[in-house]
């Protein structure tokens, strides 16, 4: 795909006859087409997110877009007297998007020239052109994920859950304790590969291995007896935050093998790995099987090699047990299961390893 066609992630609207008919501050009576209206929805749909460029008085214009039931679908709105390209600007870099991931509408040539010369890797577009975005192919993403599906609201819980953390002056445990964290962990499915593939490429520092699956790879692992192709996902009182994690499970006789296990870096501070390990641990033990892990130490993976050493993973000390580097500097690490407690802030729900049963359980602490 050329950079020109790449898709879309966020786009900036232009309010005065642009996302609407007529000029608000003039008194109009302003109308949304219902042809816009059906952008706006479908660009949400496709996990497009959207924001707002306008000349305007922010309480007015905002007032405006909560009466007509769409100020929800706009994230950053930049609604004041300054320059376009400098709210172009902010709303990239405050979702961290590159300049060529944003587009503009707007309905006036020199409000598109302004941003185009200060920011020529943003596409503008006219207002005419608005009706028929749908239809070009950088806002037609190949793939739609569920986590696409809400990234906006996966955006606006993420914003009110920092503003919390912010303004919170307990401790960390007692901050994580208030977010009622749920932990929810799956074998993936034909929906799921995709988010799985998208883990082990653009997951980095919280890789084990450095690994990158293919779909195709993926995909015959999930039909092979011998694996288990999890998905983890987190929610809590603020909503979604995703797939987050996963883990690619070989079944060994005498002993489960973690080919892959990477999570996302947004939720390092959650405690998901650790969690994740204490989950296959107990999984593990209930089996009466050895765990054992692959680590490959990279530039940058530091923090994973210590989720492994504090689970408890060792080089194994006795000959016969697995050892040694693979010719791609694949370490194996070796753990003797013991029962585990899930972690005292966050409730894991999660299937039965060694059972049959696939049904999602709550997992309860280890008997004692």
Request: glycine share 6%.
């Amino acid at each position: 795909m050329t950079e020109q066609h790449s898709t879309v992630k966020c786009l900036v609207w232009d309010l005065d006859n642009t996302l609407w008919r007529g000029t608000v501050l003039e008194g109009d009576v302003v109308e949304v087409p219902n042809a816009i209206r059906e952008v706006i929805v479908g660009l949400d749909s496709r996990g497009i997110l959207q924001s707002v460029a306008s000349r305007n008085d922010h309480d007015v214009a905002w007032e405006r877009l909560e009466k007509l039931g769409l100020a929800e679908y706009f994230v950053l709105p930049q609604i004041g007297w300054g320059a376009k390209s400098a709210s172009v600007r902010t709303i990239a870099d405050q979702l961290n998007f590159a300049l060529s991931a944003i587009a503009f509408v707007d309905d006036q040539p020199a409000e598109r020239a302004e941003v185009a010369f200060h920011h020529p890797e943003v596409r503008c577009y006219p207002a005419e052109q608005a009706q028929s975005l749908l239809a070009l192919p950088e806002f037609s993403p190949a793939v739609v994920t569920t986590d696409a599906r809400r990234r906006r609201q996966m955006y606006q819980a993420s914003r009110l859950r920092e503003a919390e953390r912010a303004e919170h002056t307990g401790s960390d445990e007692a901050f994580l304790s208030s977010l009622a964290l749920r932990l929810r962990i799956e074998r993936a499915g034909d929906e799921e590969i995709t988010r799985v593939e998208e883990l082990t490429l653009r997951t980095s520092q919280m890789n084990a291995t450095g690994v990158h699956y293919s779909d195709q790879a993926l995909r015959s692992l999930v039909a092979d007896d011998q694996h288990e192709v999890l998905i983890a996902s987190l929610t809590d009182r603020f909503g979604p935050q995703g797939a987050i994690g996963v883990i690619l499970l070989e079944r060994r006789p005498g002993a489960w093998h973690i080919k892959l296990l990477a999570t996302s870096c947004r939720v390092v501070s959650f405690g998901v790995g650790a969690a994740l390990l204490r989950w296959l641990t107990d999984e593990a033990a209930r089996a009466a099987v050895a765990l054992t892990a692959g680590f490959r130490r990279t530039e940058r993976n530091r923090m994973m090699e210590v989720a492994y050493r504090f689970a408890g993973f060792q080089e194994p000390a006795e000959p016969s047990a697995p050892a040694g580097e693979s010719a791609d500097g694949v370490q194996t690490l070796h753990l003797e299961p013991t029962r585990q407690d899930p972690p005292p802030h966050l409730t894991v729900l999660a299937p039965r390893l060694f059972a049959a049963a696939d049904d999602l359980a709550q997992w309860l602490p280890a008997e004692r």
